[in-house]
Every structure is written in structure tokens, then in C-alpha cells.
């Protein structure tokens, strides 16, 4: 199969510092002749790796303000963590009249979207007790658990995240109002992952045509910034602008017996928790994979602790109530089939090699030292055992066991420097 990946690694910038293997929640990175390799089956884009890097030498990709053309109908989608990232004295009706100043013909609040999308949510949990369900709301999170937790898949909320409903809703109040040939809907993005999520969906097929960095559209919307609000206003609700902190969904929901996680490896923590039978009593999870939630997404401009303070002032300055009426929405967001598990790279095709390949793999793992340390290009012994076993490393890439091998090497040396063949004398010359 194959995969598109938002996280991209530029070799020549990797000086092979091993940084990036230690922060991988899937362990999908190596270090190999002082390289950096990303293995696709394992990545979900969560963008730690690019976090980490001292180097920028990850990257992410997603689509330029160049990719739209000028004679389509195109619509900003803008996150609600967008609007943190902006100063105090810039309101929110001066950052949608700037999306049309640098060339959209519209803008659609994705937070208006999570709005309804609360709306059926609530109803659903309402529906379905009894069950601990987790938010689908992280691209991250949901590719977290293909990959790692394949036994939760089940667990996640059948419902599309407010970007995919933002993008129908959006354009299909373009039809009612224009009659353009090509609408399109271009998503704003905080984090590698939603352009993942754009360009290889998991669920239905997308609606977004395209997504844009944070970073680059905060840059153009500054420079063309308006003095008013030229009549535009805001649309969504503080709820649905509270999806962008950490424990929004929850505050949005009004739920109770609710649990809010943030930071991939606090997430990880979580369902190891959960897939243990642990977490008794809780019937929703939010769980998002950057540190703060959106607002910490690694294309945002805006330290994340700032911008939660920037979007916590708007959102109470704010007055609209939750949408209770979400009828009109309910179809549009169900996922009508259940998200498939992300392939795991198996030890053999053939079961017997593959049952063989293990029980050497634990002798390995037995003579590894267990120091994690990283220092042989993967996270750790039990990852470079299974790398062995697959002929992709030397037991001698770990430095511990290199070193053992050295010295017994010296050690034979030096013994065999104090040893003749009979045939010699102590001179070195044979006798007559």
C-alpha cells in the first residue's frame, strides 16, 4: 500500500542525531549511516519529529496559496486555533475580511462547524452509553490507534471532524448563492497530520480539496490586514472556538464522566490504560496529539501558551448559546463503516519463519543490555532486535556489545602475540 505522508525528511539536513527516534510515538524513525529513515507503515504525521529536530531537517508539507486557482470559487476554512494566533487588538472580523483581501471568495469558520458537530455529538453519547468512546476528532490520534491500539478502533466516535463538515456546509452554501463550475474548500491548517488526513482519508471520502499552513496564510493575511471589519462577523460560537484547547470538546459538550488528554505521549499513557480496562466510569475521551491541543500544532506561529491565553479572552467576549437543533447535519458527519487497522510490518509472510524470527528476537532482546539509549540509530533494544531479525541491523550497531566484541578481540590478540608455532625457536628461526 501505498502512503502519503505530510512529514517529509530532508537528508541533507540530518546530521543523525538520533533526537527524532527517542520522540516517535510509533517508533517509525531509524538512524542508518548517520541518516534519518522514516518507515511509512508506522508514521501518522504527528509532527514530533519535527518538534525535536535541531536541525530542521523534518518538515511538513502542505498546499501553497498558489495551488488555488483564480477562476474557481474558493473557500477559506480557517481552525479555530487559527484565531489565537493573532494580538489582542486584531479582532476576528478583521481576520475574515483579510482572507478575502489575499484572494478567497469566501470564508467558512470551522469552529461554526464544531458547533453542530457538539450538537450531534451530545445526542449520540446521549444514544450510546455504556461504552467509552473516543474523539475522532485528531488525525493523529485516529492513525495512533490503527497503528498501535488497533483493538480500540471500535471505540472511536463515528462522526467526521468539523473541517470535513465545515468543507460540506461551506459548499454548499456556495451552490445556494453562486454558479460557479468549481468550488473549492481549502483548510487552514495547525498540524501535518489534517493535510494527511486531506490528501488520504481514513474515513469518507474528503471534501476539503486542499489544505494551507497556519505559518503561510498568517504571513499574506498580515500584510493585507484591514483597518475595519468591512461587515464581516463571526459566526461560530465560544464553543465551537474552544475546540482548538485542550479539553474544548469536553467544555463544548457539557458532559460529565469525561477525561481530556493532550501531547502524543500522554495520549500513548492513556490507552495502554484504556486497552487494559482501566478507565472504568468515563464515557467520552478527548484525546489530542499536540501539547495544548491545536494550539500547539507545529505550524502555528504562536507559542501555545500565549495563544491559549489570546483565544480564552475572545472566546469569553462571546455570547452565543450551543446549537441545539443539528438535524440538518446528522448525515452529513456519520461514518458508515468502521476505520480499518493500519498493517504491521510482520517478522516473515510465512508464519513458521515468522514464529522462528520471534523466538530469536527474544534471545536477542535477552543479550541486549536494555539501556534504550538510542545510540544504534533505533528507540530502543527490543526495536533493534526486531530490526536484526529482519536484516536490517548488526547486534555490533549496539556499542555495548561492540565494545564487549573489541575487547575480546584485544584480548585474543595480545594471546596470540605470546604464542609461536612449534616448528620456531624464541628467535624466530627454525632449528636445524
Not at 512529514?7 to 510509533?26: A, F, H, S, W
Not at 478502533?153 to 463550475?181: D, F, G, I, N
Amino acid at each position: 500500500m501505498q502512503y502519503f505522508h505530510s512529514v517529509r525528511l530532508d537528508q541533507e539536513r540530518c546530521l543523525g542525531c538520533t533526537n527524532c527516534i527517542k520522540r516517535c510515538p510509533t517508533e517509525a524513525i531509524r538512524v542508518r549511516e548517520g541518516k534519518a529513515t522514516i518507515i511509512e507503515e508506522r508514521c501518522i504525521d504527528c509532527g514530533e519529529c519535527i518538534r525535536i529536530c535541531p536541525n530542521n531537517a523534518k518538515t511538513a508539507y502542505s498546499d501553497s496559496l498558489s495551488f488555488w486557482r483564480p477562476d474557481d470559487y474558493n473557500i477559506a476554512l480557517p481552525a479555530p486555533s487559527f484565531f489565537g494566533q493573532f494580538k489582542p487588538n486584531i479582532t476576528p472580523e478583521q481576520v475574515v475580511s483579510a482572507f478575502r483581501a489575499i484572494g478567497f471568495d469566501d470564508v467558512y469558520e470551522v469552529a461554526r462547524a464544531a458547533d453542530y458537530l457538539t450538537c450531534v455529538m451530545r445526542l449520540f453519547l446521549k444514544e450510546n452509553r455504556g461504552t467509552t468512546w473516543i474523539s475522532s476528532s485528531c488525525p493523529a490520534i485516529v492513525r495512533l490507534i490503527q497503528v498501535r491500539f488497533p483493538e480500540l478502533l471500535p471505540q472511536l466516535l463515528p462522526l467526521e471532524t468539523p473541517m470535513e463538515l465545515a468543507a460540506q456546509l461551506a459548499k454548499q452554501r456556495a451552490r445556494l448563492q453562486h454558479h460557479k463550475q468549481t468550488i473549492k474548500a481549502f483548510f487552514i491548517t495547525p498540524c501535518p497530520a489534517k493535510t494527511t488526513a486531506v490528501h488520504q482519508p481514513e474515513g469518507n471520502p474528503t471534501h476539503v480539496d486542499g489544505t494551507l499552513s497556519i505559518s503561510e496564510v498568517y504571513t499574506a493575511l498580515m500584510k493585507a490586514l484591514p483597518q475595519s471589519n468591512e461587515g464581516n462577523r463571526l459566526r461560530a460560537s465560544r464553543h465551537g472556538l474552544r475546540w482548538a484547547l485542550s479539553g474544548g470538546e469536553i467544555m463544548a459538550l457539557g458532559e460529565t464522566n469525561t477525561l481530556a488528554v493532550d501531547g502524543v505521549h500522554d495520549v500513548v499513557s492513556m490507552l495502554e490504560e484504556l486497552e487494559l480496562g482501566r478507565l472504568e466510569g468515563v464515557d467520552f475521551i478527548e484525546a489530542q496529539a499536540c501539547p495544548g491541543g491545536c494550539l500547539g500544532g507545529p505550524l502555528t506561529v504562536t507559542n501555545h501558551f500565549v495563544s491559549h491565553a489570546r483565544l480564552k479572552a475572545l472566546t469569553q467576549k462571546l455570547t452565543k448559546d450551543r446549537i441545539t437543533d443539528c438535524s440538518h447535519v446528522a448525515s452529513m458527519v456519520r461514518i458508515p463503516h468502521s476505520i480499518s487497522p493500519r498493517p504491521i510490518l510482520p517478522l516473515d509472510n510465512d508464519v513458521t519463519t515468522a514464529i522462528r524470527r520471534m523466538e530469536r528476537l527474544e534471545l536477542l532482546l535477552d543479550g541486549l543490555p536494555g539501556l534504550d539509549c538510542g545510540a544504534c540509530g533505533a528507540p530502543n533494544c527490543r526495536a533493534l532486535a526486531e530490526d536484526i531479525v529482519r536484516g536490517l541491523a548488526n547486534e555490533t550497531d549496539c556499542i555495548i556489545k561492540l565494545r564487549e566484541r573489541v575487547k575480546k578481540l584485544a584480548e585474543e590478540m595480545v594471546d596470540l602475540s605470546t604464542k609461536l608455532p612449534p616448528a620456531m625457536g624464541r628467535g624466530g628461526v627454525p632449528n636445524d
